[in-house]
């Protein structure tokens, strides 16, 4: 049976969500009754701003978050819904586990629903481990007989067997996460609705929620998984749906949509043009561009690919000058410096427009995003400095196992390894 | 080929609108786990850092009725001639509390819930009607502690307790009760969605209630031509704490009057779940 044959277990046809901006703020009740008494003998509305009863329609901006979303999911297919912050991910993961209705179309499913946007919903902290297994359980709809059965498995799972007739607002915030989730994995759903709930826990409990994970989209089940997390989406899922502006910008084959998102991504950031009127400089030079690409050309930058910066300026001084690349990750943490005084130490550059590149090797940074500061200086001395000149973000080949949360360290080397029998 | 299962057996549909008259009774039936778990958390969660613990449900009424049949009964003498004051005070606070438990609790029960409802989709009845549930336990066990009461005064002989067949009215008006109750906490709840201010003044409207129904004196001491009578014969809860008193004293009660506050409970209930219904649906988009 092949993948097209399998019956439909979601169906989202046109669906939209729309958010009344403004009409939330009218919160007091005389304010109503002052509405609705100025309707009745047919004057203005006082509550209404001056101005605004102009275009009545105009009352309660409207903002669509989600608009004609359509798309499909068959039995056992694991699809990845990516996108930016704001794209209307987490309004679909809203409808999707109605938690909130559409404004318009519909979403139909097929079987038991299990929808995880956060584990350990409910918990009370007066009550027990245990009676909280239960509660949380039959919170996300799991009947009594079913936790009944799991009990001793759901306790071993989340490692708390010593504590667990203790009542949860003694526990640390991971031991309250690995009880969660060790209740959320023992879910048997026909339909699994995750959000980023993976990157919990330390690195031994996400080993284990992570094989969970990968043993219920083995066993056939449908999976909706809502990501940031490049890797894990690569790894998990055949298909992907692309989320921007509230719309589905592309959906397809995992590796076509993923790359085309990080493409259209890094686009807006890799490239950095200044025209002569506002060139960041000073008497010294100008920077006139700051390019920053994968070496074997394309848009994505791999872990195993070189990456190539090529710096352009306007140099105006006959001196030397050095021009220097910072490496900042995503936290702003400067990984290490390179400058050309030392890459290339006998070249004094002319005056008028050069060009100089640098090549980081491959195999150097770990994934997530990375930021490089361009400066110059004369006779070593700082002369300016562009700060985030521009930006991209390096992702790893997929892995198989079942780890996928970011390994740990600024940088992702290929350390070679040395094996000698010494028996 | 393809989806050979036809558009019928979808069992989850998600759209913009279904009438408010639809409650999902079959979803909810398929939840009573859930409500189960609530309820006991409910009564387990309170008292558990408490010293007395359980002990508190028998002790708040106990003290209230003393507290009124002290202030009541010795200086304002309200109480009927030959009922001792205490089970007089009694016979109508603890149906009064669980009115009160019931109004609070439910108009409560979306704001108390808010991290829930924001999380993970249940039928949201579920804790309005859990919440209801846990507070009728306390009300039986307060029940029961009058009976104790009635009884000891009927061993020891300094009053005749016999209550009679319209003992028999009990869970109707109990039920009556609730459903008021309910029907005003929906009401409620479904409001302050809108209007926050509701919150702070439901605790005075109940308490302002009270004194309007025949709580700490009987209606029969109210003059026929007093003004407050026709206040506390329009208050539909009259009716049903005077058939509390009835039922469980045998004091004079005319059981007609009941059907007033049937029609009015049937009216609030209907209301409720209504609002309760639209007020929800958009719950999560503006908490």
């Known amino acids: 049976m092949s993948a097209d044959e399998q019956p439909l277990m979601v169906q989202v046809q046109g669906v939209g969500k729309r958010y009344r901006l403004g009409t939330i703020n009218r919160q007091q009740f005389t304010d109503d009754v002052k509405a609705w008494a100025a309707r009745l003998l047919g004057r203005p509305d006082p509550t209404v701003p001056v101005g605004a009863e102009v275009d009545p329609q105009r009352i309660g901006e409207d903002f669509w978050a989600l608009r004609d979303i359509s798309f499909e999911v068959r039995r056992s297919e694991v699809v990845g819904i990516v996108g930016h912050n704001g794209a209307g991910k987490s309004t679909m993961l809203k409808l999707l586990s109605r938690i909130t209705l559409p404004t318009e179309g519909t979403i139909r499913m097929r079987g038991k629903v299990s929808s995880l946007l956060e584990v350990g919903t409910g918990f009370h902290p007066e009550l027990t481990g245990r009676d909280n297994i239960y509660l949380n359980g039959a919170i996300l709809g799991m009947p009594k007989a079913e936790v009944n059965a799991k009990i001793d498995e759901i306790i071993a799972f989340s490692g708390i067997t010593h504590h667990i007739d203790t009542p949860v607002k003694r526990y640390s915030s991971g031991m309250r996460v690995r009880l969660g989730f060790a209740v959320a994995a023992h879910l048997e759903p026909e339909i699994l609705i995750v959000d980023e709930v993976l990157s919990v826990g330390d690195a031994e409990f996400q080993r284990k929620s992570m094989g969970k994970m990968h043993d219920s989209a083995a066993s056939g089940r449908t999976v909706l998984f809502v990501s940031h997390n490049m890797t894990a989406v690569r790894t998990l899922c055949q298909r992907v749906i692309w989320m921007e502006h509230g719309r589905i910008r592309m959906q397809g084959p995992t590796e076509e949509v993923v790359g085309a998102y990080l493409a259209n991504y890094s686009k807006a950031t890799t490239e950095r043009v200044w025209s002569e009127e506002d060139a960041p400089g000073n008497a010294v030079a100008h920077l006139r561009h700051v390019r920053v690409a994968p070496a074997s050309g394309g848009d994505v930058f791999h872990w195993e690919d070189p990456i190539d910066v090529e710096i352009g300026l306007d140099k105006h001084t006959a001196d030397k000058i050095s021009v220097n690349v910072q490496v900042l990750n995503g936290d702003g943490a400067v990984l290490f410096t390179t400058n050309l005084a030392e890459g290339l130490p006998g070249l004094v550059l002319g005056t008028g427009r050069q060009v100089v590149t640098c090549r980081f090797p491959s195999h150097l940074f770990n994934e997530g995003d990375l930021m490089l500061n361009i400066g110059v200086a004369l006779k070593g001395w700082p002369s300016f400095r562009v700060e985030q000149a521009v930006a991209f973000t390096v992702i790893e080949p997929p892995r198989s196992g079942a780890w996928h949360a970011r390994r740990k360290g600024m940088l992702r080397l290929a350390i070679p390894w040395q094996h000698r029998s010494a028996q | 080929m393809a989806d050979t299962s036809g558009n019928e057996d979808w069992n989850v549909v998600i759209a913009p609108d279904s009438p408010w008259w639809r409650l999902h009774l079959g979803e909810v039936w398929r939840y ?66 669980l009115f009160s438990g019931v109004i609070n609790k439910t108009s409560a029960t979306l704001a108390s819930n808010a991290p829930l409802m924001t999380k993970v989709y249940f039928p949201r009845l579920i804790p309005p009607l859990s919440s209801m549930t846990s507070t009728s336990f306390t009300f039986f066990v307060q029940l029961a502690l009058f009976f104790v009461f009635a009884a000891a005064y009927r061993l020891s002989g300094s009053y005749a307790w016999s209550p009679g067949t319209a003992l028999l009215m009990l ?117």
């Open chain 2, 32 to 97: 009573r786990d859930l409500f189960r778990e609530l309820v006991v958390r409910d009564l387990t969660a309170t008292y558990k850092q408490t010293i007395l613990g359980p002990i508190w449900v028998l002790i708040q009424p106990l003290i209230t009725s003393i507290m009124f049949a002290v202030i009541f009964g010795m200086v304002a003498r309200m109480a009927l001639p030959g009922i001792p004051a205490l089970l007089f005070y009694m016979s109508a606070i603890v149906p009064w509390s």
């Open chain 2, 171 to 287: 869970p109707a008006l109990i039920l009556l009760e609730m459903m008021l109750a309910f029907g005003t906490g929906l009401i409620v709840a479904s409001l302050t969605t809108r209007y926050k201010d509701l919150r702070f003044l439901i605790g005075f409207a109940v308490q302002l209630l009270m004194y309007m129904s025949p709580v700490i004196f009987p209606l029969a001491k109210v003059a026929p031509d007093s003004p407050v009578r026709p206040v506390l014969e329009a208050n539909p809860l009259t009716p049903v704490i005077e058939g509390f008193r009835g039922a469980l004293l045998g004091t004079y009660m005319d059981w007609s009057t009941l059907w007033y506050s049937l029609a009015f409970g049937t009216v609030v209930l209907i209301a409720g779940l209504a609002l309760f219904q639209r007020a929800h649906r958009s719950y999560a988009d503006v908490v």
